[in-house]
RNA sequence: GUGGCUAUGGUGAAGCGGUUAACACUUACGACUGUGACUCGUACAUACGUGGGUUCAAAUCCCACUAGCCACCCCA
């Protein structure tokens, strides 16, 4: 038995690799028209980072983190999201002495040991941006108005944009308690999940999808009426610049996050068309991340997008580049010469292939036309000693008799 | 961590106890000794995830293992 590449690890081949670029070539245009700047953070960072932000009881944390320990006897983890890291950066290179508004993004690998299914892989990648240092429901709007636009861009409409607000650290604890409060009186009526929640995470039992919880907890509080009056000025501040760009959203007051610093604005990108992993792309504010990690209390609000995700929602869409030209060759003088041709055409940018070994000129046309190249080309003793010959055009068989130098076959292309 | 399903070539697959392991795509070569797409021909699994077992006989039945997928949990 050969080796195999570990569960949950997926090797991204030409076919797939090709959408993938167009997604993140989408993305990268997009962020930085945004004027968003691409951050670079490493895959591993000290267990602590992620043990502080993302939260000691989270699920990620407790039991999904590839977490080792180095030959010196450092606790390590491969990162399971960005955000950490990249608010470590933020902190450690002081990056807010400089601007305490940056606008980042990033986009890799990430790691979480889970049982892989579609649309969720051990190692899978996020694209991700950030805005540190703006409090203001303006940030909020912008970067969801991003995050609508690159959908669009990359040509998705499908997903919709759920939002909600989590409240902050003054009014979460009152809304928590009489949640509580209120499903105490149902526990009764819970499937064994959600009782099991109703200790360790009573917010989540909102996110069930059981129909009889469902049911059980109609009527439920609200968080959405318990925000202190900061946080309801702000929610509704975001919702109406929303209204105001006329970005289509809808509000989830059940929307929870795995992720412990999330606070205020959250929201979700959902689809129907990825079985039970519906988010594409997820995010929210985390005011009280970055005074956690040890710097100093700026906020920030950022998401991230899940990449297979998005590539699985493209679908068997091609984006695979056609050759401009395809020279075929007669003999072994006439193929030095096409080298040198196709080496001018390449230096002046035209996409050229051609035979390298000596092929009949039947599977040499076959070729091209496996290629999708738009033109084809037949060097023989006659064109050599010419200097022309004729190009054909693929798609319809017309041929052009042309010379044989970079200007003139790179006009007869246009 | 829990459950369900599936495992035949590069791919999609037929096969249901005795077959040269069908068919299609892909690939290579040819029909056409200087021209692709359509057509036609030829070649391409000593081999049916691995290990046991049942049987005169197993890709086909049984068991175990392994892998993959999907779902739960959780999440992007």
């Not at 070539?25 to 993302?54: C, D």
């Not at 320990?69 to 290179?93: C, Q, W, Y």
């Not at 100093?296 to 050759?323: C, Y």
């Not at 003088?333 to 096409?338: K, P």
Request: glycine share 8%; proline share 4%.
């Amino acid at each position: 038995m050969s080796i195999t590449a570990i569960k949950g690890f997926n090797d991204i081949l030409p076919a797939e690799s090709d959408r993938w670029q167009y997604i993140e070539q989408t993305a990268r245009r997009v962020f930085e028209l945004n004027g968003f700047s691409e951050i670079r953070v490493p895959i591993m960072e000290k267990t602590e980072l992620f043990r502080r932000s993302i939260g000691d009881a989270t699920d990620i944390v407790e039991k999904e983190m590839y977490t080792f320990t180095d030959k010196g006897e450092n606790s390590v983890t491969l990162r399971p999201e960005g955000t950490a890291s990249v608010m470590r950066a933020f902190i450690e290179h002081k990056l807010y002495a400089q601007d305490p508004v940056a606008k980042l993004y990033y986009l890799g690998p990430m790691f979480r040991y889970e049982r892989p299914q579609k649309g969720r892989y051990r190692q899978f990648h996020q694209i991700g941006a950030e805005i540190t240092g703006v409090n203001a429901p303006l940030a909020d709007a912008q970067v969801l108005n991003m995050l609508v636009q690159l959908f669009r861009e990359i040509g998705l409409d499908e997903p919709s944009l759920q939002i909600n607000s989590l409240g902050c650290p003054d009014c979460r604890p009152a809304y928590r308690a009489s949640l509580v409060a209120f499903m105490e009186e149902r526990l009764d009526r819970l499937c064994e999940d959600c009782r099991r929640r109703f200790t360790t995470n009573p917010l989540r039992i909102l996110d069930c999808k059981v129909p009889g919880c469902i049911e059980a907890t109609v009527g439920a509080p609200s968080v959405l009426d318990h925000l202190c009056g900061d946080c309801d000025d702000h929610f509704a501040g975001v919702k109406g610049y929303l209204d105001s760009t006329a970005t289509p959203y809808s509000i989830n007051h059940r929307m929870v996050r795995g992720l412990d610093y999330y606070t205020r604005t959250t929201f979700e990108l959902v689809t129907g068309l990825l079985g039970s992993q519906s988010a594409v792309a997820a995010g929210g504010r985390y005011d009280g991340l970055i005074s956690q990690l040890g710097g100093p209390a700026i906020p920030g609000i950022g998401f991230a997008i899940g990449f297979e995700r998005v590539a699985l929602l493209l679908g068997d869409k091609d984006f695979s580049r056609q050759p401009d030209l395809f020279i075929a060759t007669m003999g072994v003088g006439e193929r030095d010469f096409a080298f040198r041709l196709m080496h001018d055409l390449l230096r002046s940018g035209v996409r050229v292939e051609m035979e390298y070994e000596g092929k009949s000129l039947k599977s040499q046309m076959r070729r091209a036309d496996k290629l999708g190249a738009r033109y084809s080309v037949v060097i023989g003793e006659n064109e050599v000693a010419s200097g022309k010959a004729a190009f054909k055009r693929m798609k319809d068989g017309e041929q052009i008799e042309v010379p044989l130098k970079c200007e003139d076959i790179k006009k007869m292309m246009e």
